[in-house]
T-cell receptor, first 114, second 114 residues
Framework: KQEVTQIPAALSVPEGENLVLNCSFT??????LQWFRQDPGKGLTSLLL?????REQTSGRLNASLDKSSGRSTLYIAASQPGDSATYLC?????????????FGQGTRLTINP | NAGVTQTPKFRVLKTGQSMTLLCAQD?????MYWYRQDPGMGLRLIHY???????AKGEVPDGYNVSRLKKQNFLLGLESAAPSQTSVYFC?????????????FGPGTRLLVL
C-alpha cells in the first residue's frame, strides 16, 4: 500500500527566504507526482505535476524535483512572499488502474512572515 | 465555466440523521471522486466513479454511499451520520487524459455531526 509522508508538518520563515518542502513515498512504482496548494477554507489548486519519467518541473518561483528510486520529491520555493502562506500537499498516482486515484501526504503548513 | 461546485458548503447533523452531498462539474470529465480531509491528515479517497452509472470504493468507504446517475453529478450519501464522519469533504473530477493536470477540486463541504 502506497504511503506518502511530508516533513515538516509546519514551517515558518521570514519573507524573502528560499525554502524546501519534502515529500516521500514508499512505493516507487508511481505514474506521476503532484504538488497542490490549499488555502484555509478552500479547495486544492494544482501547482506542479511531474511525470514518472521526468526529474523536475518549474513554474515561476516554484521548482519540484522527483527521485523515484529513492521515493522522494521536493518543492523549492524561491524568494518567498507572504502570499505563499498556505498548506502544501503532495500526492502520488500509482500505475494506471482504471482511474486516476491519488494518495496524499498530510501536508506542510507554510507561514511566510513579513 | 464554474469548474467543480459542491452543495452545501456547511452542515450540522445530529447522530443518526441522513444527508446527501452534491458535486457538480461542467468540464465533461469522465472521472469523479469524493475525499475526506481530517486535521493533520491528507485527503483520503472515499468513493470514485469512472463514468456515468459506475462507482467504486476507495480507501475509507464505510458509512457512505454514492451515485452517478448523470455524468456531471456525483452524490455522496450518509445514511446514518456518526460523529466520526465530522470532516471536510472534497469532490474532484478529472479527464481520461492521464498526461493532463489530473484532478480539479471543489471548495469543500464542512460537516459537523453532533
Amino acid at each position: 500500500k502506497q504511503e506518502v509522508t511530508q516533513i515538516p508538518a509546519a514551517l515558518s520563515v521570514p519573507e524573502g527566504e528560499n525554502l524546501v518542502l519534502n515529500c516521500s513515498f514508499t512505493d516507487s512504482a508511481i505514474y506521476n507526482l503532484q504538488w497542490f496548494r490549499q488555502d484555509p477554507g478552500k479547495g486544492l489548486t494544482s501547482l506542479l505535476l511531474i511525470q514518472s519519467s521526468q526529474r523536475e518541473q518549474t513554474s515561476g518561483r516554484l521548482n519540484a524535483s522527483l527521485d523515484k528510486s529513492s521515493g522522494r520529491s521536493t518543492l523549492y520555493i524561491a524568494a518567498s512572499q507572504p502570499g505563499d502562506s498556505a498548506t502544501y500537499l503532495c500526492a502520488v498516482m500509482s500505475l494506471p488502474q482504471g482511474a486516476q486515484k491519488l494518495v496524499f501526504g498530510q501536508g506542510t503548513r507554510l507561514t511566510i512572515n513579513p | 465555466n464554474a469548474g467543480v461546485t459542491q452543495t452545501p458548503k456547511f452542515r450540522v447533523l445530529k447522530t443518526g440523521q441522513s444527508m446527501t452531498l452534491l458535486c457538480a462539474q461542467d468540464m465533461n470529465h469522465e472521472y469523479m471522486y469524493w475525499y475526506r480531509q481530517d486535521p493533520g491528515m491528507g485527503l483520503r479517497l472515499i468513493h470514485y466513479s469512472v463514468g456515468e452509472g459506475t462507482t467504486a470504493k476507495g480507501e475509507v468507504p464505510d458509512g457512505y454511499n454514492v451515485s452517478r446517475l448523470k455524468k456531471q453529478n456525483f452524490l455522496l450519501g450518509l445514511e446514518s451520520a456518526a460523529p466520526s464522519q465530522t470532516s471536510v469533504y472534497f469532490c474532484a473530477s478529472s479527464s481520461r487524459d492521464r498526461g493532463g493536470p489530473t484532478q480539479y477540486f471543489g471548495p469543500g463541504t464542512r460537516l459537523l455531526v453532533l
